[in-house]
């Protein structure tokens, strides 16, 4: 009976033994991960910070008073065409055009206003530049040469030149910009980055880098860090109505922006359509026939072939009466 007892406990051990092991495995390749490692960290920065968030605070109310904004910016039909999955190679690669302007813009003043106090605490440029991803995405497209070859409206020229007028008069107003540009891709961005790689069948990630944030392995935390930084930051009643103001700009650049690009994609696109049409006319005859038009003729010129084979034996008939 002992004996029986001891070999069942060593065979239980054995098994325990056996699937911790497996376990232990299991968690020290997932602990190795760096992916596991980069959430770890994003978890701990939240929780360092403890974050709550209520009304009074910049995260809430700046959320609140772009909210009418945020619903037009998504119904623009530049917008709408990306939800739809109904986007073109030109569409996406004007956007991107304008997308470098305004992040060129947008993190060169984020730089030089690195230190001052109500920039630093939403100073991540490893977490989130845009600039560098960008330029990857338009060699891509255009190949070395795509400086020369961007096509960007005038409403991507006034908003790169509102973001560097603030960041010379008033850099505190730059956290409504960040905000309302690196929160949204990081929102709805995401889905529309995975859209256009469907819609433009994108492969290995090439053309795709904008949409991609190497350095933050959980959107929806750093998203939380984010907002609680945003809240640390010390603005007079002044300056937070500033803010908030700017935020509702910068979503109104935002809309004119993918506006101007729509009213652009259409002009080109409608060229380029008469440009075929001219091709195609050069190419072929002036006159050119329908199929259904040239088999309406071919029947005519049979009636016709009889008509005259008609009367050419009646002809014959009637000589041969009158001889
Ligand atoms: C196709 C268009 C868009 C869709 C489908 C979309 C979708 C979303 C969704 C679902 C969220 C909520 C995410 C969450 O609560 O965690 C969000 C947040 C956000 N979006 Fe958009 N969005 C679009 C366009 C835009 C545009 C054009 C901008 C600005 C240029 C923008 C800026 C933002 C911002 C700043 C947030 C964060 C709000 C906050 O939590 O305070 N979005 N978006």
């Given at each position: 009976?002992?004996?029986?007892?001891?070999?069942?406990?060593?065979?239980?051990?054995?098994?325990?033994?056996?699937?911790?092991?497996?376990?232990?495995?299991?968690?020290?390749?997932?602990?190795?991960?760096?992916?596991?490692?980069?959430?770890?960290?994003?978890?701990?920065?939240?929780?360092?910070?403890?974050?709550?968030?209520?009304?009074?605070?910049?995260?809430?109310?700046?959320?609140?008073?772009?909210?009418?904004?945020?619903?037009?910016?998504?119904?623009?039909?530049?917008?709408?065409?990306?939800q739809?999955?109904?986007?073109?190679?030109?569409?996406?690669?004007?956007?991107?055009?304008?997308?470098?302007?305004?992040?060129?813009?947008?993190?060169?003043?984020?730089?030089?206003?690195?230190?001052?106090?109500?920039?630093?605490?939403?100073?991540?440029?490893?977490?989130l530049?845009?600039?560098?991803?960008?330029?990857k995405?338009?060699?891509?497209?255009?190949?070395?040469?795509?400086?020369?070859?961007?096509?960007?409206?005038?409403?991507?020229?006034?908003?790169?030149?509102?973001?560097?007028?603030?960041?010379?008069?008033?850099?505190e107003?730059?956290?409504?910009?960040?905000?309302?540009?690196?929160?949204?891709?990081?929102?709805?961005?995401?889905?529309?980055?995975?859209?256009?790689?469907?819609?433009?069948?994108?492969?290995?990630?090439?053309?795709?880098?904008?949409?991609?944030?190497?350095?933050?392995?959980?959107?929806?935390?750093?998203?939380?860090?984010?907002?609680?930084?945003?809240?640390?930051?010390?603005?007079?009643?002044?300056?937070?109505?500033?803010?908030?103001?700017?935020?509702?700009?910068?979503?109104e650049?935002?809309?004119?922006v993918?506006?101007?690009?729509q009213?652009?994609?259409?002009?080109l696109?409608?060229?380029?359509?008469?440009?075929?049409?001219?091709?195609?006319?050069?190419?072929?005859?002036?006159?050119?026939?329908?199929?259904?038009?040239?088999?309406?003729?071919?029947?005519?010129?049979?009636?016709?072939?009889?008509?005259?084979?008609?009367?050419?034996?009646?002809?014959?008939?009637?000589?041969?009466?009158?001889?």
């Open positions: 009976m002992i004996q029986v007892q001891s070999s069942q406990q060593r065979e239980e051990r054995a098994e325990d033994l056996n699937s911790k092991e497996d376990l232990q495995r299991k968690l020290k390749k997932l602990k190795r991960s760096e992916d596991y490692l980069k959430m770890e960290a994003d978890k701990q920065k939240v929780q360092c910070e403890k974050v709550q968030v209520t009304d009074s605070d910049l995260s809430e109310q700046i959320k609140a008073v772009t909210k009418e904004s945020h619903v037009r910016a998504e119904n623009t039909e530049l917008m709408l065409s990306f739809k999955a109904n986007i073109s190679l030109q569409q996406y690669k004007l956007l991107l055009c304008s997308l470098y302007k305004i992040y060129e813009a947008l993190e060169e003043e984020l730089d030089r206003n690195a230190s001052h106090e109500s920039v630093t605490p939403i100073y991540f440029p490893q977490e530049a845009r600039m560098e991803a960008l330029k995405d338009l060699e891509h497209f255009y190949g070395q040469d795509w400086r020369e070859k961007m096509i960007v409206p005038a409403a991507t020229l006034r908003y790169a030149q509102r973001l560097r007028e603030i960041g010379s008069e008033n850099p107003y730059l956290v409504a910009h960040a905000y309302t540009r690196y929160l949204g891709d990081l929102s709805g961005g995401q889905v529309l980055g995975r859209i256009t790689q469907k819609a433009l069948g994108l492969k290995n990630g090439e053309g795709l880098a904008f949409f991609t944030f190497p350095a933050v392995s959980s959107p929806n935390l750093f998203k939380q860090l984010y907002r609680s930084r945003m809240n640390s930051i010390e603005l007079t009643e002044t300056q937070r109505e500033g803010v908030l103001e700017e935020a509702v700009r910068a979503f650049f935002n809309i004119q993918f506006d101007e690009l009213n652009l994609v259409n002009t696109e409608k060229n380029e359509l008469r440009q075929r049409h001219k091709t195609h006319n050069l190419e072929t005859p002036d006159v050119r026939v329908s199929p259904a038009l040239s088999s309406s003729l071919t029947s005519g010129s049979q009636l016709l072939r009889m008509l005259l084979g008609v009367c050419f034996a009646l002809a014959v008939g009637m000589g041969i009466y009158v001889f």
